[in-house]
């Protein structure tokens, strides 16, 4: 158990990052958890066999933990591993380290220090009950020799037989016997006995299986396994409720010893009633309309050449049924009595129990997953805006990202070609989250090589989505604008990749833009020659004064909370209106509009503006 515990902790390891205060989290919830009473450390090293998270439980330690401090706990856990201790001691402690590695490579190791005072006063105990009981057992046997005779020799060395096997942990052990005297009585009672022990024996089993089990659908088919074998049932089958909408289905993809290859999936819906407040097995014959198990039958016959369905055990939690299990008829023909019933229901409500906590880890996982993924797409994507703007003479740039409360994927970027040229893009990636910000990503990476090697923004582009079209997922797409200003002839050539339109403000025309909008197809979505054929390389002549807008549809877009949009209209309006020479100011005021516009309505994808200013 403590060597499973190590491992489980060293893929914990594996799979965290390198926040150790979360993988110190870990092995403080491993300390408090049930099997704490005999764990007396938890101590993890890295690759240099630095101490990096430890957890102690000084219990069982001849020190006052009240008055440890940290430093003082460091001391005795490093004591610990290193196995410095009383030799009386020696016994009454052990220690499991387990090297985390990856691949060929060490990250370190887990080391788990436990007492064994509990577990050897248990064996010291046992061994004195054993000793008891064998010696009863060997009195009992002389005495009934000497007294009746030859005639009962041999079923009492059945007998003693069987008592030995018992003592030794073999609870299988059945003693056969039909006749009705007191003999009979005497085997009929310790089968019974040694049955009860077995059950208890498969109880406590199951119970440690299922708290060390982890993984969902692991954790269901072993559930599925272990029920099957305890009963000792031909075959068997474990069956899941699911809630769609309205409709109840029962989903199996759990069977022993044969596995069910392809889904099975029955409608239950109704049928919600007569089943979901089902708490104690029950044969079919017991309902009122068993052609739902008919109908469970035949599909398992499909796959597993299933016999017959004997019995059905609800799996129950919290009072609610969350599934079942089908068992075949015994191995033995026997069938299943009463006493039998209630072991498996046991068993049932006990996997119920742990089936549904597995649920909640879950969805736990999958809540922590999604918000890490946001945490590292947010990352990912403010690392790949510039976090100046470059100085020319001649020009006065502003860039803008207001990312939304949910990542998106756009980008905008700057760069210096030569002392005469800048490169400037605005991106926005289809979809949100991790693959939006990443993807973005690669295409700043092929940006900065691309923008210092090829002059044409159209080849770039083309080139470009030459490498996102290997992309075999089409859902995920870029538009972008990306264009070469020349400071000394004030020409801005450029590509329109699907985006938004490009707007130009002329200083000696008040009240009035140019929306220029060439023709161009998003990067990723057709081949090469496809997009070189409708891409449209374009050039503007610029005056001084003259302002150059770049923008994606998260300004356009911006809903106020009756649902009415921005619009590009809006947009033109405010820019067309604008007198002023600082694009900052003019970045100011685009961004107070659309915050007056939206007022208190959540904003729903990122704000990225690019504005440039001849001066």
């Given at each position: 158990n403590m060597e499973?515990i190590?491992?489980m902790?060293a893929?914990?390891?594996l799979?965290?990052?390198?926040?150790d205060?979360?993988?110190?989290?870990?092995i403080?919830?491993?300390?408090q958890s049930?099997?704490r009473q005999?764990?007396v450390?938890?101590a993890?090293?890295?690759?240099?066999?630095?101490?990096i998270?430890?957890a102690?439980?000084p219990?069982?330690l001849?020190v006052n933990?009240e008055?440890?401090?940290?430093e003082?706990?460091?001391n005795?856990?490093?004591r610990?591993?290193?196995?410095?201790?009383?030799?009386?001691s020696w016994?009454?402690?052990?220690?499991?380290?387990v090297e985390i590695?990856?691949?060929?490579?060490s990250?370190?190791r887990v080391d788990v220090g436990f007492?064994?005072?509990?577990f050897?006063?248990?064996a010291r105990q046992?061994?004195?009950?054993n000793?008891?009981?064998?010696?009863?057992?060997?009195?009992v046997?002389?005495i009934l020799?000497?007294?009746?005779?030859?005639?009962?020799?041999?079923?009492l060395n059945r007998l003693s037989?069987a008592?030995l096997a018992i003592?030794q942990g073999d609870?299988?052990?059945?003693?056969?016997?039909?006749?009705r005297?007191e003999?009979?009585?005497?085997?009929?009672s310790?089968n019974y006995?040694?049955?009860r022990?077995?059950?208890?024996?498969?109880i406590?089993?199951f119970?440690?299986v299922l708290?060390?089990?982890v993984?969902?659908?692991r954790?269901?088919?072993?559930v599925?396994?272990?029920i099957?074998?305890?009963m000792?049932?031909?075959?068997?089958?474990?069956f899941?409720?699911e809630?769609?909408?309205?409709?109840?289905?029962?989903?199996s993809?759990?069977?022993w010893p044969?596995?069910?290859?392809?889904?099975i999936?029955?409608n239950f819906?109704?049928h919600?009633?007569?089943?979901?407040?089902r708490?104690e097995?029950?044969t079919s014959?017991?309902v009122?309309d068993?052609?739902?198990?008919?109908?469970?039958?035949?599909?398992?016959q499909?796959?597993?050449?299933?016999?017959?369905?004997?019995?059905?055990?609800?799996?129950?939690?919290q009072?609610?049924t969350?599934?079942f299990?089908?068992?075949?008829p015994e191995?033995?023909?026997?069938g299943?009595?009463?006493d039998e019933?209630?072991?498996l229901?046991?068993l049932?409500?006990?996997?119920?129990?742990?089936?549904?906590?597995?649920?909640?880890?879950l969805?736990?996982?999958?809540?922590?997953?999604?918000k890490?993924?946001?945490?590292?797409a947010?990352?990912v994507?403010?690392?790949?805006l510039?976090?100046h703007?470059?100085a020319m003479?001649?020009l006065?740039?502003?860039?803008?990202c207001v990312?939304?409360?949910?990542?998106?994927?756009?980008?905008?970027?700057?760069?210096?070609?030569?002392?005469e040229?800048?490169?400037?893009a605005?991106?926005d990636?289809?979809?949100?989250g991790a693959s939006?910000?990443f993807?973005?990503?690669?295409?700043?990476?092929?940006?900065?090589t691309?923008?210092?090697?090829?002059s044409?923004?159209?080849?770039?582009?083309?080139h470009?989505?030459?490498?996102?079209n290997k992309?075999?997922?089409?859902?995920?797409?870029?538009t972008m604008?990306?264009?070469?200003?020349n400071?000394?002839?004030?020409?801005?050539?450029f590509?329109?990749?699907?985006?938004?339109?490009v707007i130009?403000?002329?200083?000696n025309?008040?009240?009035?833009i140019?929306?220029?909008?060439?023709?161009?197809?998003?990067?990723?979505?057709v081949?090469?020659?496809?997009f070189?054929?409708?891409s449209?390389?374009?050039?503007?002549?610029?005056d001084?004064?003259d302002?150059?807008?770049l923008?994606?549809?998260?300004i356009?877009e911006?809903m106020?909370?009756?649902?009415?949009?921005f619009g590009?209209?809006r947009?033109y309006?405010?820019?067309a209106?604008?007198s002023?020479s600082d694009?900052?100011e003019?970045?100011?005021k685009v961004?107070r509009s659309?915050n007056?516009?939206?007022?208190?309505a959540k904003?729903?994808?990122?704000?990225?503006?690019?504005i440039?200013?001849?001066?």
């Amino acid at each position: 158990n403590m060597e499973r515990i190590a491992k489980m902790i060293a893929s914990i390891r594996l799979m965290e990052t390198d926040d150790d205060s979360l993988y110190s989290d870990w092995i403080d919830r491993i300390m408090q958890s049930d099997p704490r009473q005999n764990l007396v450390y938890i101590a993890v090293f890295d690759s240099r066999q630095r101490l990096i998270a430890y957890a102690l439980n000084p219990r069982d330690l001849d020190v006052n933990a009240e008055i440890l401090t940290p430093e003082d706990e460091e001391n005795i856990v490093m004591r610990l591993v290193n196995g410095q201790i009383a030799e009386e001691s020696w016994s009454d402690f052990d220690h499991v380290p387990v090297e985390i590695r990856f691949g060929r490579s060490s990250r370190g190791r887990v080391d788990v220090g436990f007492s064994l005072i509990e577990f050897n006063n248990r064996a010291r105990q046992k061994l004195l009950m054993n000793i008891y009981i064998l010696g009863n057992a060997f009195v009992v046997v002389v005495i009934l020799s000497i007294f009746l005779g030859r005639r009962f020799t041999k079923p009492l060395n059945r007998l003693s037989t069987a008592m030995l096997a018992i003592s030794q942990g073999d609870f299988s052990v059945q003693v056969q016997n039909r006749s009705r005297d007191e003999i009979g009585d005497l085997a009929r009672s310790f089968n019974y006995m040694t049955r009860r022990l077995r059950e208890k024996a498969a109880i406590d089993d199951f119970s440690r299986v299922l708290v060390f089990s982890v993984e969902h659908s692991r954790l269901i088919q072993m559930v599925a396994d272990r029920i099957v074998d305890y009963m000792g049932a031909e075959q068997g089958a474990l069956f899941l409720l699911e809630e769609k909408g309205q409709e109840l289905f029962a989903v199996s993809e759990w069977g022993w010893p044969g596995k069910i290859n392809e889904m099975i999936r029955i409608n239950f819906t109704d049928h919600r009633t007569e089943y979901m407040h089902r708490t104690e097995p029950f044969t079919s014959q017991d309902v009122d309309d068993d052609h739902i198990f008919q109908d469970i039958l035949q599909q398992l016959q499909r796959q597993l050449d299933f016999k017959s369905i004997d019995l059905v055990a609800p799996l129950v939690s919290q009072g609610e049924t969350i599934g079942f299990v089908v068992l075949a008829p015994e191995t033995d023909g026997t069938g299943y009595d009463p006493d039998e019933k209630m072991f498996l229901r046991t068993l049932c409500h006990q996997a119920g129990m742990a089936i549904r906590n597995s649920f909640l880890l879950l969805e736990l996982t999958e809540k922590e997953r999604i918000k890490r993924e946001l945490e590292i797409a947010r990352d990912v994507q403010k690392s790949l805006l510039p976090n100046h703007e470059p100085a020319m003479n001649g020009l006065n740039l502003a860039g803008l990202c207001v990312p939304a409360t949910e990542v998106g994927g756009d980008y905008y970027d700057y760069f210096i070609i030569d002392e005469e040229r800048i490169g400037i893009a605005i991106a926005d990636v289809s979809g949100k989250g991790a693959s939006a910000a990443f993807y973005m990503a690669e295409i700043k990476g092929m940006m900065t090589t691309l923008a210092n090697l090829i002059s044409s923004p159209k080849e770039l582009l083309c080139h470009l989505n030459k490498n996102l079209n290997k992309n075999p997922d089409k859902r995920i797409f870029t538009t972008m604008v990306y264009g070469v200003l020349n400071v000394r002839t004030r020409e801005f050539t450029f590509v329109r990749a699907g985006h938004n339109a490009v707007i130009v403000k002329r200083a000696n025309r008040p009240n009035d833009i140019d929306a220029l909008i060439p023709q161009g197809i998003g990067l990723g979505l057709v081949n090469d020659a496809i997009f070189r054929e409708y891409s449209e390389e374009a050039t503007i002549r610029f005056d001084v004064g003259d302002l150059l807008f770049l923008y994606t549809d998260g300004i356009s877009e911006a809903m106020n909370s009756r649902q009415e949009e921005f619009g590009e209209e809006r947009l033109y309006e405010l820019i067309a209106a604008n007198s002023v020479s600082d694009t900052f100011e003019l970045q100011r005021k685009v961004m107070r509009s659309v915050n007056e516009f939206v007022h208190d309505a959540k904003q729903h994808d990122d704000i990225t503006m690019v504005i440039a200013q001849i001066v």
